[in-house]
T-cell receptor, first 114, second 110 residues
């Protein structure tokens, strides 16, 4: 298995631009998580899905952030418009009911907003 | 106050030392406790997990949970340079919303 796949690995954009981060979970996993990691705030859960349905989005910082999961093998996290304070590493993770104590993380997308 | 507190370090030790990493948590409903290891520019990977109080050992690693004091510990025996990484403690109640500590950066010097 290729593991959780994220793209792009690095993104540099200017303030005000739209940013779309992509994730492909491990096949057979029905839970998908989006996290943001910064030095100041650590690893924060933004939103998670179960069977493509958003379950908890209480960590989404504001309306500029949105996430979708149109099917079991693809999810996006969109920031529009982006701001310099959105600069962070964004991780996608997936798991299943049988492996609920372990989340499998992707390599992350390092986002820099200038 | 964050639900899971962890000293960010960094912690620097010589090779072969015993390492003690610690977290405290505030949510009494937490039942599951995990330690993740994160190498530089990689995603976190599960190292160990425990349910409720007690100890769990896996090779050179021992995880310990004391629910009475809301204290989580990870001990690394005979530490190696390859153990140099950031260690994140994490907890959740039984659903899937996992709360992570800030992570402690560990450096093991050869």
């Amino acid at each position: 298995d290729a593991g959780v796949i994220q793209s792009p690995r690095h993104e540099v954009t200017e303030m005000g631009q739209e940013v779309t981060l992509r994730c492909k979970p491990i096949s057979g996993h029905d839970y998908l998580f989006w996290y943001r990691q910064t030095m100041m705030r650590g690893l924060e859960l933004l939103i998670y899905f179960n069977n493509n349905v958003p379950i908890d989005d209480s960590g989404m910082p504001e309306d500029r952030f949105s996430a979708k999961m149109p099917n079991a093998s693809f999810s996006t996290l969109k920031i529009q418009p982006s701001e310099p304070r959105d600069s962070a590493v964004y991780f996608c993770a997936s798991t299943s009911d049988r492996a609920r104590n372990e989340q499998f993380f992707g390599p992350g997308t390092r986002l820099t907003v200038l | 106050q964050k639900e899971v507190e962890q000293d960010p370090g960094p912690l620097s030790v010589p090779e072969g030392a015993i390492v003690s990493l610690n977290c405290t948590y505030s949510n009494s409903a937490f039942q599951y406790f995990m330690w993740y290891r994160q190498y530089s520019r990689k995603g976190p990977e599960l190292l160990m997990y425990t349910y409720s109080s007690g100890n769990k050992e896996d090779g050179r690693f021992t995880a310990q949970v004391d629910k009475s004091s809301k204290y989580i510990s990870l001990f690394i025996r005979d530490s190696q340079p390859s153990d140099s990484a950031t260690y994140l403690c994490a907890s959740y109640t039984g659903g899937f919303k996992t709360i992570f500590g800030a992570g402690t950066r560990l450096f093991v010097k050869a």
